[in-house]
């Protein structure tokens, strides 16, 4: 558990491929519409063209997010791109975006998968808060269509491309008040309130991508195995991330003082509309304050949450003084819990 008060969002960006796949497009490759929609709740995604990378999708969604905070490139310290699909395994993609903009700013990429973005978030928030940055720039993006077996016709209908951004920086408005008071929760300072990281690695297996790393090489035989796209055992995750939301959103909620009436906006990983349901339910937040972009974009594994966010900014659902739970869970296995104070 941990808390970073005295932080601000100060804009939100997003960016996803013009491509959209239906699931009447997928049924083309064998894959069955109805049970999709049944079973997981989504419509369609975005698949990046052949040309695009991780790093161009990160780019849109920074230049949205900083025009949208009124800051320039060359005003960011820091730079975290929460990502498993980068677009090489080195030099890191973060600095491929740091090329891009033009920024004057260390950079570096998160990898924890859908909890990226929320692990990205925390660490940025602590170079705020101990003063040794003023604008971090924290980016969750994936092309989770490189992925996935198109063969395997349960697991490649989840996924989708996408990005978000969020720009942080101290709460100005709480610039001169005393680290005694900045820990309450009375609405006066923006930040994070409570927060949780965990992993569980002995459920590794449950979501994983076999050959590819040091452990299994690419070779002829591990590609003809399938070896290189993403396996999942399904049904063992969505009890896993059930729980572990459930456990972790009442720690974190505890932590901070705040029950679930109090909160203005939910958002959770959008994996599956089914783990969504369950989970809030077993919380106690309406349907009304869950915010659910899944049916149009499916699993954008570390873009998933900033998207989301961006989109809630957008729409006028939260607005300073709010109080936003935001849970990214995944491949690790690991997560990442936490309640902002907009």
Not at 70 to 96: K, Q, R, Y
Not at 119 to 134: D, E, M, V
Request: some cysteine; overall charge negative.
């Amino acid at each position: 558990m941990g808390r970073v008060p005295g932080i601000k969002i100060l804009g939100s960006g997003a960016f996803v491929p013009d491509n959209v796949v239906t699931n009447d497009d997928l049924a083309a490759l064998g894959c069955d519409s109805e049970w999709i929609v049944r079973r997981t709740g989504i419509l369609q995604r975005r698949h990046a063209t052949d040309d695009q990378a991780t790093s161009d999708l990160c780019y849109e969604a920074a230049v949205r997010c900083l025009a949208d905070a009124g800051v320039s490139a060359d005003e960011v310290d820091l730079i975290l791109v929460g990502t498993i699909t980068p677009d090489h395994f080195t030099p890191s993609t973060a600095c491929h975006l740091q090329r891009r903009l033009g920024a004057f700013a260390a950079a570096m990429d998160v990898g924890a998968a859908c909890a990226g973005f929320m692990y990205a978030l925390t660490t940025g928030a602590q170079f705020i808060a101990t003063g040794n940055a003023k604008r971090v720039l924290v980016i969750g993006a994936d092309l989770m269509s490189r992925t996935v077996n198109p063969d395997d016709k349960k697991t490649y209908p989840l996924f989708g491309d996408g990005a978000g951004a969020v720009l942080i920086g101290p709460d100005e408005s709480a610039a001169e008040r005393s680290g005694d008071d900045l820990a309450d929760t009375d609405g006066q300072a923006a930040g994070i309130l409570s927060y949780q990281l965990g992993s569980e690695g002995c459920g590794g297996e449950m979501l994983c991508i076999p050959a590819g790393g040091t452990r299994l090489p690419l070779t002829e035989e591990t590609r003809r195995d399938g070896l290189q796209y993403l396996r999942m055992d399904g049904r063992n995750v969505f009890k896993w991330a059930v729980r572990v939301f459930d456990e972790s959103a009442k720690d974190v909620l505890q932590a901070a003082g705040i029950g679930p009436d109090d909160l203005s906006m939910v958002i959770l990983h959008q994996a599956n509309q089914r783990i969504i349901d369950s989970a809030v339910s077993d919380l106690g937040v309406p349907p009304e304050k869950v915010f659910v972009n899944l049916d149009r974009y499916g699993n954008t594994s570390g873009a998933s949450i900033p998207l989301a966010l961006d989109e809630a900014f957008k729409q006028g659902k939260i607005a300073a003084g709010d109080y936003v739970l935001l849970c990214g869970f995944g491949s690790g296995l690991a997560w990442g819990t936490a309640l902002l104070r907009i």
